[in-house]
Each structure stands twice: as structure tokens, then as C-alpha cells.
């Protein structure tokens, strides 16, 4: 499984941990002396730190922290700053003492390899930042007898190493995470008034406030089956890689969010997306993880990676070199000659068209339906292949949704549209119009069109320029009629996707391009998560 992780450092720690540790003594009021006595910094050998009260190194003669364990010292102030200086940190400690403020919300960018938290039998306040989830290494959690307020994140519940986690006695509301490694007993969110969800008593709606609670409560399952594909990756990787999200690595933008190109130190180059306002993005967050992380094909974008902090969310995938098929087709640069030939036009036609197929017709579990088919969301790997990405709106329709005659009308329709989305991108890349100024004054503009073409005998005189005259007219006349049978106003006339595939591919072959059809049909990459994790009731549809 790739992973963003790095392993373990000693270069420089030495001066880190020291710094480190004059961070916290310097932020701490120490009424009883005990640091004052005991940390003393006049000290020049190697692993002088070791034998200060409270901190334990890897090795006794090296300036490495592992564990600071500073509990009952009546120790006053805020959570310590300085921490990620600690840089192989695995244990923190600071119990029953008289802190007081927020836990930090990037506490998992101070502490990224903490194994054991706790900050029991103080006095912090505010809510439980969601960056916990992001501490991937993290089996022990304390947080008792504080004044948090609040939900506890939901996403918590998807920390695959925890073992304890104990929340009792402060002001915290609202469902509990579904932890999925380890059952969390009751008395674990004691005296917490306003808990709710098993092991507890069941959420009343009123409970269910926030405006991701329900929809997080739902998708917890569906992610965590998912995590031997996808991994949970660390936002201080991710802003490292991204240089803090820099402008200069923004390479493009959709409905969802912003894309960046990530550079990691290993060389490998990642897509990642840092998502909109996650509160109204939430439902298309799950959706994409769901759909992404279950599907392996030529044809569909690898999902790699995600990452949840605070309220940003974030999607990592594989780099597309070639970016997306839009840019091709309607270079941003005036007077900038298309690059596209018409072999290649075909063979992204080609992979579109199986790809749907594969998703409506083959995968056994499930039929996805995307529904936001454009040239923005088909992106092109260094081959020009090309990947159906944006599957935040898609449709999940498990095989016994279809049972009756009124689900598979509802069905079919949503498929249709599909093909008609696949049409007008065909189009756009037989034509080289943009498919906005199609259909931005009237809805009835492009059926207008079509039907003035398909009445007419000159069609070549709707195909891009560049295209003409360089052997292949018949063909381009050929696709550009599938094209408008996937448009026809009247979705009962539109064909299904295996049937264009075929169409396409008999003119590819035509073409004397290489052929892939065999990876139409796939049956042992379709989707890994069981039937009733991703059924969803047609009533949904409506």
C-alpha cells in the first residue's frame, strides 16, 4: 500500500528535541519546581536530556525523545508548543494537572507519530479537533474529566490502531464514532449528558444536528472498508508536497475543488484536491471515496489517498500528466494551433466508452451511474488514455434495486443520461465546439443542431477543421452520427453504452489503431465492497 509516511529521522535531532524541550518548559508554569530542578539545559553531552524527570529516550545516550510523561506536577498553562520539534515523539503524558485551553487543531501535524495521549484531569476546553483522525499511529486516547464541548469527530472512529478511548466526564453531545477495529465500551463516554448511538442509547433526528453527523455516521463502514486501497495520508505531507497549497502548483479547478500537482521527495508526483467548503461537500466526499476506492479499471482514475483535517477534506490521486481532455480541445493560449490528431481523439473516445460501459453493464455487485460526464472530468495519463474522474455525483444501484418495473425505469433513464453526456463530449472532440456555447442560450440550441444535422448531407461541415482532409473523413462521419443518437432529445432512442463502445471500436479498428477490448470485461476488478454497504433505495433517485 503506498504511503506518504516517512520513516523515522535521527539527522538533526539532537537540537530538535533539546528545542523541544525548552519549548514546554518555557510555555509551562511550574509552581512545584519540578522542571526548574530537573531541566537543565547547561549541558553539553549526548543524552543529557535522557535524564530529565519525565522523559524517556529511544536510547539513554542519544538526545532522541520517545515518551514525555509529565502527570501530576501541577503543572500550569496551555497545551506546549514546540512539540513537532520532538520528531520521534510516540508518548505524551500530561495528566492530572491544571491545563487549560483548546487541544490544537493541528495537533496531528505537532505530534504525527504519537502512540499514546493523555491529557486526562485537566481543564481544556473546546471541541476535540478532527486532525486526531489523521493520527494514524495512535492506539491509547484519554481525554477524561476536561470541559470539551461538542461532537466528538466521527472520523476518529476510523483510527485502525486504537485500543482505548475514554471521553468521560465532560460537555460533549451528539452520536459517538463506529470505531472499526475495536468494540468501545459505554463507560468510556460516562457523564458525557448529551452522547448518543451505540454502545449507547439510539440518536433522537434533534441529536443529529451537525450538518455531516448522519451522512459521516453512514459513511464511517463504507470508508474503513476501503483503507487496504486507499490510505489515510498526513496533511502536513500533503502541504509539504503541495508547497502549503501554493498557486504555482494549481493545475486546475472543478465544482469540488481545487487541484494541485504534489512533488514528493521520492520523486512520484500525486493530484491532490482540496475540496470546497466540506459542510455542503460532504455527501460528494463519501460518494468519490466509496466509488474511487472500490474500483480498479484502465479507464477509471486511481484514487491513492485522503485526508481529513479539521473541517478541510482532501482526495489524493494518481498524476495525469496530460492533464485534462478540455485543455486539449480548447487551448487557453489565443492563436495556439489543437494538438490532438485524430487517432487520438478515437482511442480517448474508445477508453471513455468502455469505461462507462464497464460501470453500467459489467461490475456484478453494482452498476455506477456518473452523471456529470464532461471533457473536464476525463483526464489523460502519459499514453493519452483516458480516466473518468468527479464521481461526486455518481449513483450506486446494486443488482436487486431493479426489481421491479418502476426502478428500472428510473434506471435506465439515469443511464441515459450518461450516454447523453458521452455524446456531447464526443461531439466536442468531432466538432471542436464548446459544449457550453451549445447549450448556454437554450436548452433546445443543441438538439436544434443536431437535428439540423442529421437533415443535412454536409456534416463535414460541422467538424473541426483540423481534422479534414487527412484520411479519415468516413470515420469522422461515422462517430459523429453515434454521437448524435447519443443525444436524441428522446432518451428512449439513445443506445446503451456497450452498444456505442462497439460502434466506436469497429471505427477504431478501422483506424488501424490497437484494439483493447478485453478490458470491457473485467469481472474480477469490480468492486471489492459487499452488495449492502453501497445499496441504495431508488426512492433516493427521485
Known amino acids: 500500500m503506498f504511503s506518504l509516511l516517512a520513516t523515522f529521522t535521527v539527522t538533526s535531532a539532537t537540537a530538535t528535541d533539546i528545542a523541544c524541550l525548552k519549548s514546554i518548559k518555557d510555555s509551562m508554569i511550574d509552581p512545584n519546581g519540578y522542571l526548574n530542578r530537573t531541566w537543565n539545559f547547561n549541558n553539553n553531552t549526548e543524552g543529557f536530556i535522557c535524564r530529565f524527570m519525565g522523559v524517556d529516550c529511544w536510547h539513554p545516550d542519544e ?3 520517545l515518551n514525555i510523561r509529565l502527570s501530576d506536577l ?3 498553562g496551555q497545551f506546549p508548543p514546540g512539540l513537532e520539534k520532538c520528531t520521534s515523539l510516540t508518548g505524551l503524558d500530561l495528566s492530572y494537572n491544571e491545563l487549560q485551553g483548546p487541544i490544537p487543531s493541528h495537533i496531528s501535524i505537532r505530534t504525527p507519530y504519537i502512540t499514546n495521549l493523555d491529557l486526562s484531569y485537566n481543564n481544556f476546553s473546546g471541541e476535540i479537533p478532527s486532525s486526531i483522525a489523521n493520527l494514524s499511529f495512535l492506539n491509547y486516547l484519554n481525554l477524561n474529566n476536561n470541559k470539551l464541548t461538542g461532537h466528538i469527530p466521527l472520523e476518529i472512529g476510523l483510527l485502525d490502531r486504537i485500543m482505548v ?3 468521560t466526564s465532560n460537555r460533549l453531545s451528539g452520536p459517538v464514532p463506529i470505531f472499526i477495529r475495536n468494540n468501545i465500551p459505554a463507560d468510556s463516554f460516562a457523564n458525557n449528558t448529551g452522547l448518543c ?5 439510539s440518536c433522537s433526528s434533534h441529536q443529529m444536528n451537525s450538518p455531516t453527523a448522519g451522512l459521516l455516521e453512514e459513511g464511517i463502514k463504507e470508508i474503513s472498508m476501503l483503507e487496504k486501497r486507499v490510505t489515510r495520508m498526513s496533511y502536513a505531507d500533503l502541504k509539504d508536497a503541495t508547497d502549503n497549497f501554493s498557486e504555482n502548483n494549481v493545475i486546475g479547478q472543478g465544482k469540488m475543488g481545487m487541484l494541485f ?10 493530484a491532490v484536491k482540496k475540496l470546497h467548503d466540506s459542510r455542503f461537500l460532504e455527501e460528494q466526499f463519501i460518494s468519490e471515496l466509496k466509488i474511487l476506492g472500490s474500483l480498479i479499471h484502465i479507464n477509471v482514475l486511481p484514487l491513492l489517498g485522503f485526508c481529513v483535517e479539521s473541517n478541510q477534506r482532501f482526495l489524493v490521486y494518481k498524476y495525469m500528466p496530460n492533464g485534462n481532455l478540455y485543455d486539449w480541445l480548447h487551448p487557453m493560449e489565443e492563436g ?8 487520438v481523439r478515437v ?5 471513455l466508452a468502455r469505461g462507462l460501459a464497464w460501470l453500467h453493464q459489467n461490475c456484478h455487485t453494482v452498476k455506477i451511474i456518473h452523471l456529470d460526464i464532461s471533457s473536464k472530468c476525463i483526464l489523460l495519463d502519459q499514453n493519452f488514455q483516458p480516466k473518468l474522474s468527479n464521481f461526486g455525483e455518481a449513483m450506486l444501484v446494486s443488482s436487486t434495486c431493479a426489481s421491479s418495473v418502476n426502478s428500472e425505469f428510473w434506471e435506465m433513464a439515469f443511464v441515459k443520461e450518461d450516454v447523453h453526456g458521452f455524446g456531447v463530449v464526443l461531439l466536442e472532440m468531432i466538432t471542436g465546439v464548446d459544449p457550453s456555447n451549445m447549450t448556454a442560450s437554450s436548452n433546445n440550441v443543441l438538439n436544434e443542431w443536431i437535428g439540423h444535422l442529421s437533415s443535412s448531407s454536409d456534416f463535414l461541415g460541422a467538424v473541426d477543421k483540423s481534422l479534414i482532409g487527412k484520411g479519415f473523413d468516413a470515420e469522422i462521419i461515422q462517430l459523429l452520427k453515434v454521437a448524435c443518437t447519443c443525444v436524441d432529445p428522446i432518451p428512449d432512442r439513445r443506445p446503451i453504452m456497450v452498444q456505442v463502445y462497439e460502434d466506436i471500436k469497429a471505427t477504431r479498428e478501422r483506424c488501424d489503431l490497437v484494439d483493447e477490448s478485453s478490458m470491457l470485461t473485467q469481472p474480477e476488478i469490480c468492486p471489492a465492497t459487499p452488495e449492502k454497504s453501497v445499496e441504495i433505495e431508488m426512492a433516493e433517485f427521485h
Open 63 to 65: 538526545n532522541r525523545v
Open 74 to 76: 501541577g503543572l500550569k
Open 165 to 167: 478511548f475514554t471521553v
Open 197 to 201: 448511538g451505540k454502545p449507547l442509547k
Open 261 to 270: 500537482k504534489a512533488s514528493l521527495p521520492n520523486g512520484y508526483v500525486l
Open 336 to 343: 495556439q494551433e489543437k494538438a490532438m490528431e485524430w487517432g
Open 347 to 351: 482511442k480517448v473516445a474508445v477508453g
